[in-house]
């Protein structure tokens, strides 16, 4: 079985749906994993995504921000999943695929002060990531064939970021987030499916701020959009697609969509 997955951040389904549509048109996902939809559940837009050829669907929502879904031509079955930090705040929504079972999260971004004592934000983020390592540790095992994917909030490696050196101290690379999502890697030895064909020497980005007004020009990324495998499936892997030039689409999300590739 060939299977094409994708993730993308969208920041609100309902204001970009068309773009949604274009990805699918363009790209053509067998399943498609959104975070911060920013929709309640009962009020995501399925027909269009249905005409669209993308018949199963599961929709994680809330209303006004966070939220996940899970588009897929395959059809999928749901799995439980925990509360992460007991907040119920629709981050993580879980599917089955045949054998495979894809996770899409949404981590926390954090706030701006990288102390947990001084952010709240930044304490539920350093929180959550534990819970993710913990919980994947207790109740799968690295044998398991499983996808995780989704905005993960944190830019992990040197070349993940515009500027490893002054990026430090900026929530999403500091050295505890990438330590902590380092454990969440160990829990089921998974293997970073988009560095399997770029190496780790070069520069790789999937979120530009807003705030650029150039983002183009300057180029200061960070690689927050993460695919990831466990060793059963990395033979598996085919291929692999940053879509830079959403982020120049009209209305565009500040994250573009991460595809890869796998023959299962």
């Known amino acids: 079985m060939r299977l094409r997955v994708t993730t993308w951040n969208i920041n609100s389904v309902r204001l970009r749906q ?5 990805l699918l048109a363009d790209t053509k996902p067998d399943v498609l994993s959104l975070q911060e939809i920013k929709v309640m559940t009962d009020l995501f837009p399925h027909d269009p995504f249905e005409q669209a050829g993308y018949k199963h669907r599961a929709v994680l929502g809330m ?5 996940v879904a899970i588009l897929s031509k395959k059809p999928i079955e749901r799995v439980d999943g925990p509360d992460w930090c007991k907040k119920g705040d629709s981050r993580h929504l879980t599917v089955r695929i045949g054998g495979v079972e894809l996770h899409n999260f949404y981590v926390p971004a954090g706030g701006d002060i990288p102390d947990p004592k001084q952010n709240p934000k930044f304490a539920h983020k350093l929180a959550f990531v534990d819970e993710m390592a913990a ?3 207790s109740n799968r095992k690295p044998k398991d064939p499983m996808i995780l994917l989704g905005d993960l909030n944190i830019a992990p490696l040197e070349h993940d970021v515009w500027s490893h050196k002054q990026l430090l101290d900026v929530v999403s690379h500091t050295p505890i987030e990438v330590e902590k ?7 089921s030895e998974w293997v970073d499916a988009v560095r399997h064909f770029v190496p ?5 980005y999937s979120w530009w701020s807003y705030r650029a007004r150039d983002w183009l020009l300057s180029d200061r990324g960070r690689r927050l959009d993460h695919i990831w495998v466990t060793t059963p ?7 692999y697609s940053v879509l830079k030039d959403a982020r ?9 969509p991460v595809t890869v ?4």
Request: net charge positive; charged share 35%; proline share 0%.
């Open 18 to 22: 068309e773009l949604v549509l274009k």
């Open 63 to 67: 209303k006004g921000y966070n939220g």
């Open 135 to 137: 919980w994947f540790k």
């Open 181 to 187: 999502l380092g454990y969440v890697q160990k829990s």
């Open 200 to 204: 780790e020497d070069q520069k790789l």
């Open 233 to 239: 499936l990395k033979r598996s892997l085919k291929g």
């Open 248 to 256: 120049g689409w009209e209305r565009s999300s500040d994250h573009v």
């Open 261 to 264: 590739d796998l023959a299962l």
